[in-house]
């Protein structure tokens, strides 16, 4: 019955099979017998029906199938016994010949446990750059801090310059039954041609700007065409940024205490050097931390690159068939088809689904890594590391921890918290047992 057995991948066994003329037959009259006893054909008592007779009167593709199932059912069984094989999950069948007369001809390919191999994961050698903060650094955020705490100011009586905001009303030239649109925009931020347009009108000015779309645009149809557009310019909106004194940074960090308030002079911002010292300690611990990052993503990167791992692509699929369920709901929440969504994004379903597919085996790979790293490493994760997670998960998102307790039960997210200090801990660990160079600059 099992002719042949070939190791596809370490992760994956096809059995092929061969199952007598003769065989089928007899499957045939049991099924007939089987299902004559149970199904009632007019003229003739339950069960009394002759075979001939039961043959024209059951559906026969109903009859064909149920023999399939028991004959491969039967064949894969004895096969497993014998090979002493273990599924991981269901296995595929593909039936290559199935006629009554004729041998059955039919491959089972046997999805077998996850394999990993682990290659060096102890004494790594890795570099930690930690990027210099330069004087340039701190000014450039200062500049920001500048602009975002400055506001708009209407403007009037001059031209639009780049980077004022303006309110316009524009008016497609080609479509005159339309009615002007109001826009707020930044000049600078917008197609070339329209910036170009814009800069050096006057409040209450009306302009024609040509407005050349690139090949790649966004909108079809407006792809390599040039439009006119009509623009009014209704209001003018600009900064003046305020030169960096002592006298703006004390008014901006250290405003005068409330009556009866306490203030602490060593850590009041009321200087330049004081604001430009709290911006480079900031940016200093900002590139620490950094710097931990990358030493964290090269440990793992050299881990996992190192391994040899294996697993079913049946489990890629199943992944890939679920993560396209939950996309196709939520599109269906906005009333968007999974074909519209396909069509607006510029994508093939064939290339959806090989992009999930890749995140997932990638996820995977890490995945089984770091748990066979547990294993050896006897590293285990209990409530009380859940219970820490949550509290920093609540800490990150400024919310209280039975806020944060109450959203992973609702959302049966435990797995996922799991996860995550599955992988703190491993990478931890790993971190603790590299060989880490500290390189400046």
């Excluded at 510029?346 to 992009?355: F, M, P, S």
């Excluded at 920093?392 to 959203?407: C, F, I, K, Q, S």
């Excluded at 995550?420 to 790993?430: E, G, I, Q, T, Y």
């Amino acid at each position: 019955m099992l002719v042949k057995q070939e190791q596809i991948s370490p992760c994956e066994v096809e059995l092929e099979f061969e199952i007598a003329a003769d065989a089928v037959a007899s499957e045939f009259d049991d099924t007939y017998a089987e299902l004559g006893k149970k199904v009632t054909v007019p003229g003739f008592r339950k069960g009394k029906a002759p075979r001939e007779v039961l043959r024209s009167f059951l559906d026969k593709e109903e009859v064909r199938l149920q023999v399939a199932d028991k004959l491969i059912e039967r064949a894969y069984r004895e096969a497993l016994n014998e090979t002493k094989l273990e599924p991981f999950r269901a296995a595929d069948v593909r039936l290559l010949q199935f006629e009554l007369g004729s041998p059955m001809l039919f491959k089972i390919k046997v999805p077998l446990a996850p394999k990993v191999e682990l290659g060096e994961y102890i004494g790594l050698e890795v570099e930690r750059r930690v990027p210099p903060v330069t004087e340039e650094d701190v000014m450039e955020e200062i500049r920001q801090l500048i602009d975002q705490r400055t506001p708009f100011e209407p403007v009037t009586g001059r031209e639009l310059r780049e980077g004022d905001v303006a309110r316009v009303t524009l008016k497609r030239e080609d479509q005159p039954d339309e009615e002007p649109a109001e826009h707020t925009v930044k000049v600078g931020e917008n197609l070339p041609d329209f910036d170009r347009g814009l800069v050096g009108m006057r409040i209450g000015e009306q302009k024609a700007i040509q407005v050349t779309y690139p090949a790649d645009y966004e909108d079809e149809e407006l792809r390599g065409r040039t439009i006119s557009i009509l623009a009014t310019l209704q209001e003018i909106h600009s900064k003046q940024l305020p030169e960096l004194t002592d006298e703006w940074v004390k008014q901006t960090f250290a405003p005068e205490p409330r009556e009866g308030e306490e203030s602490n002079p060593d850590s009041v911002i009321d200087t330049v050097e004081k604001l430009k010292d709290t911006i480079r300690r900031a940016l200093e611990r900002a590139s620490q931390a950094y710097a931990d990052e990358m030493v964290r993503l090269q440990i793992v990167d050299k881990v996992i690159s190192g391994s040899t791992v294996c697993f079913p692509e049946v489990i890629v699929e199943e992944a890939v068939d679920s993560r396209l369920e939950e996309i196709q709901d939520s599109l269906k929440e906005r009333r968007v088809t999974l074909d519209d969504y396909l069509r607006q994004t510029k994508q093939t379903l064939d290339a959806v689904r090989e992009r999930i597919a890749e995140d997932f085996r990638k996820a995977l790979t890490a995945n089984l890594v770091f748990r066979e790293i547990m294993k050896r490493e006897n590293i285990t994760v209990g409530e009380e590391d859940i219970k820490a997670e949550i509290g920093e998960m609540a800490r990150e998102r400024g919310v209280p921890v039975l806020t944060m307790t109450a959203y992973v039960e609702s959302t049966g997210s435990e797995d996922a918290v799991a996860a995550r200090v599955r992988r703190k801990k491993v990478v931890d660990f790993l971190v603790h047992a590299s060989n880490i160079k500290n390189v400046v600059g």
